[in-house]
């Protein structure tokens, strides 16, 4: 069993999805990339999930909705790192209003994104 914390990425860009995994590996995390909200709420077990890093707008359910979902769902659930394009005052307010540890604009530095990462894994 490995101790590298698990980062869930959920981003319907591929190249995203491919190139957080490389950043994510070369800093000594695993990472489940996931091509939709749909697909991550099929998971069975999140429970070993450190973090997750969230697109606000893609097909289908939001990034914003499945933040929505899972505070509705109750119990124990991940902090939520945002990443988009978008970066508006009112998805900021409501990525955060909703408990999510930060919203970053893309393109995201790896610098900021790995030390946010750390610092949500940190305050769980």
Known sequence: MSHEPLIAVVDDDEAIRE????????AGFR???????EDFLARADRADIAC??????????????LQERLNAAGGVRPPILFMTSYADPATRS????????????????DHILIDSLNAAIAGR
């Open 94 to 109: 409501r990525a955060l209003g909703g408990g999510a540890c930060g919203l970053l604009g893309k393109p995201v530095d």
């Open 52 to 65: 997750i890093i969230l697109d606000v707008r893609m097909p289908g359910l939001s990034g914003l909705e």
């Open 31 to 37: 990472c489940q990339p996931f091509g939709s909200a």
């Open 19 to 26: 190139a957080l995994d490389d950043l994510l590996k070369s």
